[in-house]
């Protein structure tokens, strides 16, 4: 049972323009969101994150909202690079769970120069 | 400083075989954890290893195995390889304890085939 779910597997958008990646979770007890980004042949590097208590996160050009009432985040982009076209993965975790995460399927978002 | 690695980084092997997976983590880094990769299903949670000792275990059967040695360093272990576990394997390393920041660090991982 997949309890974080990216449901769009790919996207494109124009260099300069916002790049919006979405997941949706099922579980009310996740309290902590992570986004990781992933290159080909390479490991997941971790991109962004937020606690429930926050309902929005800044860094640089990222930016990461959450509502908890609707179980959704989103990762804003802006302005998208081509170095960005990846793989994006959505993670959530139990705050005081052991340290394990639950990833998303993922969304590969291509920039187009 | 050196990241975290795994070997190999290919792999493959014959239905029925087993296969052991290695993972050195980043120093000073206690935790580590594994994940597996598949189209279509993500990253799925295997086990996390800390101090030698299991503290979580994913929803998969027991012919996956791990251990985590003194050093920190952590293998893991198919048994009776099915065409089902072919794939990427990734190992994870923090010094992060639970309820706190997650600084996860993966590796490049192993891909694994079983033919």
């Known amino acids: 049972d997949q309890q974080v779910k990216q449901n769009s597997p790919s996207l494109s958008v124009q260099e300069g323009r916002i790049s919006i990646l979405n997941c949706d979770y099922t579980?009310?007890?996740?309290?902590?969101f992570l986004w990781y980004k992933k290159y080909p042949a390479e490991g997941p590097t971790f991109l962004i994150s937020?606690?429930?208590?926050?309902d929005k996160n800044e860094d640089g050009r990222f930016t990461v909202f959450l509502n908890k009432s609707a179980k959704h985040l989103s990762l804003h982009i802006v302005p998208s690079q081509p170095g960005d076209s990846a793989v994006y993965f959505c993670a959530a975790s139990y705050k005081t769970g052991a340290n394990n995460l639950f990833f998303g399927t993922g969304t590969r978002l291509t920039v187009i120069p | 400083k050196a990241g975290v690695t795994q070997t190999p980084r290919y792999l493959i092997k014959t239905r029925g075989q087993q296969v052991t997976l290695s993972c050195s983590p980043i120093s000073g880094h206690r935790s580590v954890s594994w994940y597996q990769q598949t189209p279509g299903q993500g990253l799925q949670f295997l086990f996390e290893y800390f101090s030698e000792t299991q503290r979580n275990k994913g929803n998969f059967p027991g012919r996956f195995s791990g251990r985590q040695f003194s050093n920190s360093r952590s293998e893991m272990n198919v048994s009776t390889l099915e065409l089902g576990d072919s794939a990427l394997y990734l190992c994870?390393?923090?010094?992060?304890?639970?309820?706190?920041?997650?600084?996860?660090?993966f590796g490049s991982g192993t891909r694994l085939t079983v033919v």
């Open positions: 937020i606690s429930s208590i926050k």
């Open positions: 579980n009310s007890m996740f309290d902590y």
């Open positions: 994870a390393s923090s010094q992060i304890l639970p309820g706190q920041n997650y600084g996860y660090t």
